[in-house]
């Protein structure tokens, strides 16, 4: 992690002075356990979970408001201010601030969505098969989020269908008993400074 996140430090800023780094994969991934861990090694840098941005009546139909409320102020190398959705209360909360950091991780599904890549240093994919990532999520949430569920999976479905995130992906992360493997991406390159696993191939083991 540490290695990793000395490589995300050193590239040049995608969005105005920010480097903004897309963790992207399906539901139940363990995007937001990762997206944790890199977030500490870089300093404790900000993280902007998409899950705070989509809502029951927009899953996936955020972008326009993503890009208004975060983007184009980091892109002036102003503060970004949007508004939280609570899940549980089924409303937009009072804005919350994101400084124009350094480096800030975005995670969720969706972070590389074709609207958002102009603006990423880098895209990274949880490598863990849909099935198996829906079955942990399920897992996690329990009974009674089982219908939502139902309409989530067919929504992240349709949305890969149309924008597909993993083709796009510099690296690919997949988590192993002990951490996890950097592997390079379908659109990955890797110079001889940056020590990383070659292989994109979903079904191998670590």
Do not use: N
């Amino acid at each position: 992690m540490h290695d990793l996140a000395t490589r995300l430090r050193r590239l040049p800023p995608s969005c105005g002075p920010v480097r903004l780094i897309g963790v992207d994969g399906h539901a139940g991934s363990g995007k937001s356990t990762f997206a944790g861990q890199l977030a500490r090694a870089l300093g404790d840098a900000p993280v902007l979970h998409l899950d705070d941005i989509a809502s029951h009546d927009e899953l996936f139909e955020w972008t326009d408001r993503l890009l208004a409320q975060v983007i184009a102020p980091l892109a002036r190398g102003e503060s970004a201010h949007y508004t939280p959705y609570d899940w549980r209360a089924r409303r937009f909360g009072p804005p919350a601030p994101v400084p124009p950091a350094p480096v800030i991780v975005v995670e969720g599904v969706g972070a590389g969505r074709r609207a958002l890549r102009p603006y990423l240093a880098r895209l990274l994919w949880m490598e863990l098969p849909h099935e198996e990532s829906w079955l942990r999520g399920r897992s996690r949430d329990g009974e009674e989020q089982r219908e939502f569920w139902r309409g989530w999976v067919r929504a992240e479905l349709r949305h890969f269908t149309d924008d597909p995130s993993r083709p796009f992906a510099d690296l690919l992360i997949r988590q192993c008993g002990k951490g996890y493997e950097v592997l390079t991406g379908p659109a990955g390159t890797v110079g001889p400074d940056q020590p990383i696993t070659q292989g994109d191939d979903p079904s191998a083991m670590c």
